[in-house]
């Protein structure tokens, strides 16, 4: 079965949807919030495991030219922060919460305690659900993430059909195969029909054009919202071979030499400020020229570079078929990241117990037509075919993270910071400028109901709902305003931060000690002022700890 026939296949699936179903989900259209600009259409595109500096117009070598029409398009924000990890990130940017407030402060297991259940609270609302409720059209695809419940005969009480979308495809869990994911889901069944050349990046970009397409051709008059997840680059490094061939000996000269370089260009761009100190290398990571197994290490990257132009393609398709269709103009298209770069190695005996038997379903031990994958970060073994399973590990995600200090599920920068681009030619005129006001990913519920001219509910299902936590991005999008916001806090697994004004805190870990870094002149984390600022330090601190008992970050499991 080829990419056409796969389209059509799930495609048909809409039918269900069609007519007056269909038109009875979009009722109760809310008016727009202002007369000069009609609320928009909205596509929120969340990548999984890039890093800050990945992408070319935040200062990358990986050819990504249609996001970077994107960024150079509208507007490319500085100082975006996620919470740490991937699924955390998901529960809060889906619900507006903070993610142990969503109950998803950990991974997807229930530890006993409100704030890490690995399931979405029912006192929570998602976009899909609020925006449902405006008259939108809801649609996901890809990397769903926020519900301990995966098996196709168990409980889908938080699947995405039952939070609030009108049509899924993608995997319940939260990694795993491109060319075999388990958890493959189309609405609520499994769908197994693959095709010798499926490719899940692809998947994902067929299947919402797909969605879109069938939405402007039933509903044409009715906004829509997709949120378009996908798992690129997260490891496993799976990627075609014509992909690879494209990125062979692009990163040649090593981690160091391309930090250097990556830097020099976002200095130029004004994405860094040249007060910053580039940190050291991590001192996990060798210098490059003493690196051993160099040529795997190469092709460590050259694979990760051949997951996210994938992804690049696949939102080219669907940006065309939005101007194609003469939507663009009046569609809000956000791009971002979970979390930092990934420096997670996967060659413990640890790793081999949860990918091959974790409670998350990350991986089979055979490929489908009975090879045995093999495991782990090997320099025998060159990654990217179907039966490998490997990481791009710590030195590649320094690199990933430039300038920052450190990488995923800690909450240096390295770790939580971002790109966010936004792009709406209706709506924002400010065209290829920066935004360096500090922002969060509790910010995009707000910004979607303002826009949108959606009621956040008080009450949904018979539940009380949390309210919003962040603030509307809207004022930024206008003009180079500060957005009126408070505190930004984070926490994962013990590591936490807060940031307020030109402050930052941060600890490494439950056991690590607090830092002090004013973010106006060393946002790279290099000075830490903890001793000579105590009464600064004790201030953030006290405001972290009164944020972690009223957010459920307490009680701890355990």
């Given at each position: 079965m080829d990419r056409r026939e796969f389209v059509r296949r799930v495609s048909a699936g809409s039918a269900a949807l069609s007519g007056p179903a269909m038109l009875g989900s979009l009722a109760g259209c809310a008016e727009p919030l202002h007369d000069a600009v009609p609320r928009p259409n909205v596509v929120l595109i969340f990548s999984d495991d890039l890093g800050y500096s990945d992408i070319g117009c935040y200062g990358?070598?990986?050819?990504?030219?249609?996001?970077?029409?994107?960024?150079?398009?509208?507007?490319?924000?500085?100082?975006?922060?996620?919470?740490?990890?991937?699924?955390?990130?998901?529960?809060?940017i889906l619900t507006g919460l903070y993610p142990h407030q969503a109950g998803v402060g950990g991974m997807m297991n229930d530890r006993g305690v409100p704030g890490y259940r690995g399931d979405l609270g029912r006192d929570c609302v998602t976009l899909a659900e609020v925006l449902k409720g405006a008259g939108y059209g809801t649609y996901a695809t890809g990397k769903?993430?926020?519900?301990?419940?995966?098996?196709?005969?168990?409980?889908?009480?938080?699947?995405?059909?039952?939070?609030?979308?009108?049509?899924?495809?993608?995997?319940?869990?939260?990694?795993?195969?491109?060319?075999?994911?388990?958890?493959?889901?189309?609405?609520?069944?499994?769908?197994?029909?693959?095709?010798?050349?499926?490719?899940?990046?692809?998947?994902?970009?067929?299947?919402?054009?797909?969605?879109?397409?069938?939405?402007?051709?039933?509903?044409?008059?009715?906004p829509?919202?997709?949120?378009?997840?996908?798992?690129?680059?997260?490891?496993?490094?799976?990627?075609?071979?014509?992909d690879i061939a494209l990125a062979r000996g692009r990163f040649d000269a090593?981690?160091?030499?391309?930090?250097?370089?990556?830097?020099?260009r976002m200095l130029a761009a004004g994405i860094v400020d040249s007060r910053w100190t580039l940190p050291e290398r991590e001192?996990?990571?060798?210098?490059?020229?003493?690196?051993?197994?160099?040529?795997?290490?190469?092709?460590?990257?050259?694979?990760?570079?051949?997951?996210?132009?994938?992804?690049?393609?696949?939102?080219?398709?669907l940006v065309e078929t939005l101007r194609r269709r003469d939507v663009l103009d009046d569609t809000l298209i956000l791009f971002l990241s979970d979390n930092g770069g990934c420096a997670e190695e996967i060659n413990t005996q640890g790793w081999y117990d949860y990918i091959l038997r974790g409670g998350e379903r990350v991986s089979r031990e055979f490929t489908l037509?009975?090879?045995?994958?093999?495991?782990?970060?090997?320099?025998?073994?060159?990654?990217?075919?179907?039966?490998?399973?490997?990481?791009?590990?710590?030195?590649?995600?320094?690199l990933s993270n430039t300038p920052f200090r450190l990488y995923k599920a800690l909450t240096h920068t390295g770790g939580v910071a971002t790109p966010l681009i936004a792009h709406w030619p209706a709506g924002i005129s400010a065209a290829g400028e920066l935004r360096d006001q500090p922002g969060h990913l509790i910010d995009i519920m707000p910004t979607f109901v303002e826009l949108a001219g959606a009621a956040y509910p008080a009450e949904y299902s018979g539940e009380e709902i949390q309210p919003m936590e962040g603030v509307?991005?809207?004022?930024?999008?206008?003009?180079?305003?500060?957005?009126?916001?408070?505190?930004?806090?984070?926490?994962?697994?013990g590591s936490r931060a807060v940031m307020d004004g030109t402050w930052k805190a941060v600890a490494?870990?439950?056991?690590?000690?607090?830092?002090?870094?004013?973010?106006?002149?060393?946002?790279?984390?290099?000075?830490?002022?903890?001793?000579?600022?105590?009464?600064?330090?004790?201030?953030?601190?006290?405001?972290?700890?009164?944020?972690?008992?009223?957010?459920?970050?307490?009680?701890?499991?355990g």
């Open positions: 990358g070598e990986l050819r990504t030219p249609n996001i970077d029409a994107l960024g150079l398009g509208g507007l490319r924000f500085t100082n975006f922060i996620n919470a740490a990890r991937c699924c955390p990130s998901r529960a809060c769903w993430h926020v519900t301990r419940f995966i098996e196709a005969d168990g409980p889908k009480h938080n699947w995405p059909l039952q939070r609030g979308f009108d049509r899924y495809f993608g995997t319940i869990t939260g990694a795993g195969s491109y060319f075999e994911p388990q958890t493959l889901t189309l609405d609520n069944d499994p769908f197994e029909e693959l095709g010798e050349d499926f490719y899940y990046t692809d998947a994902i970009g067929d299947l919402s054009v797909q969605f879109i397409e069938d939405h402007l051709d039933r509903t044409p008059g009715a829509f919202f997709l949120y378009q997840s996908f798992t690129a680059p997260h490891w496993p490094l799976h990627a075609t071979e014509a090593g981690w160091d030499r391309l930090r250097l370089e990556r830097h020099e001192v996990e990571a060798p210098p490059w020229d003493e690196a051993q197994n160099r040529d795997w290490h190469l092709r460590r990257m050259e694979v990760y570079a051949a997951q996210v132009e994938p992804m690049d393609r696949a939102i080219g398709r037509d009975g090879r045995p994958i093999q495991v782990g970060n090997d320099p025998g073994v060159m990654p990217g075919p179907d039966d490998t399973y490997q990481s791009y590990g710590l030195p590649w995600a320094n509307s991005l809207v004022p930024a999008f206008a003009d180079d305003q500060p957005l009126d916001r408070g505190a930004i806090y984070i926490e994962h697994e490494r870990g439950s056991a690590g000690p607090w830092e002090l870094y004013g973010t106006q002149l060393d946002r790279t984390e290099t000075r830490d002022l903890a001793a000579r600022q105590p009464g600064e330090l004790a201030r953030l601190t006290a405001m972290w700890e009164a944020w972690a008992n009223r957010a459920r970050v307490f009680p701890r499991p």
